[in-house]
């Protein structure tokens, strides 16, 4: 079975400066992909940026940046410059890449950005 | 190019009634998943239709079904509704095959009192 485990339930960031928001993971799986999503008070799940397991680069996506750390089963979302309409939940997501395969979610952590 | 569309967008029932709530996946995509999100906690997987069949089903009782279309289209029924099914429900759509994200429609809103 799959886990997410997001520790953060809220999180607050100054405009401008950058955030982490953590995600550690559980699977035996070797074949895997990790994704982060974003959820307006909206409703829609965003997709912002997707880490192999066996890719050798961290990912990034303009101001997002996925630090990947396999042996510690962690994967952090890092938002850069951060900007009010950033406020919004964040959801660590993860996916064994066999068969007919579920995408298991975290908890989440509601990313609030102060003026 | 249409993205996920779910409908309705909110809708309102009471104990012991049934709904049937709709999704029509992205353009391309064959495979569809349902998730269901209480209020502040994370989408929790319902199931997931590929080629008309259920291929995988999270921990939900029977009265949770689907169908999927051949237009791959898909519905989800919710039998006998109990004040704990209030949610947003969530439809996900991919290609089978690829393992890369899901796309979500906005959700179904279903308040049950």
């Known amino acids: 079975a799959q886990k997410i485990t997001q520790t953060q339930p809220g999180m607050f960031v100054q405009e401008k400066e950058a955030v982490t928001l953590d995600c550690t993971y559980d699977?035996?799986?070797?074949?895997?992909?990790l994704f982060w999503y974003k959820q307006p008070s909206s409703g829609e799940m965003i997709f912002l940026i997707y880490?192999?397991?066996?890719?050798?680069q961290n990912a990034t996506e303009g101001r997002y940046s996925l630090n990947f750390q396999k042996a510690r089963k962690s994967a952090n979302l890092v938002i850069s410059a951060s900007q009010l309409g950033d406020s919004a939940m964040y959801f660590c997501?993860?996916?064994?890449?066999?068969?007919?395969?579920?995408?298991?979610f975290g908890t989440g952590t509601k990313l609030q950005v102060i003026p | 190019d249409a993205g996920v569309t779910q409908s309705p967008t909110h809708l309102i029932k009471t104990r012991g009634q049934q709904v049937t709530l709709r999704c029509s996946p992205k353009s391309g995509h064959d495979t569809v998943s349902w998730y269901q999100q209480a209020l502040g906690q994370g989408p929790q997987f319902i199931f997931q239709y590929y080629e008309e069949e259920e291929r995988q089903r999270g921990n939900f009782p029977d009265r949770f079904s689907g169908h999927q279309f051949p237009n791959y289209s898909s519905e989800l029924n919710v039998n006998a509704l109990l004040l704990g099914d209030s949610a947003l429900y969530l439809c996900?759509?991919?290609?089978?095959?690829?393992?890369?994200?899901?796309?979500f429609g906005e959700g179904s809103r279903l308040t049950v009192l």
């Open positions: 699977t035996s799986d070797p074949s895997y992909g």
């Open positions: 997501a993860m996916r064994v890449q066999r068969g007919y395969q579920k995408v298991t």
């Open positions: 996900a759509s991919s290609l089978q095959g690829y393992t890369g994200e899901l796309f």
């Open positions: 880490q192999g397991s066996y890719d050798q």
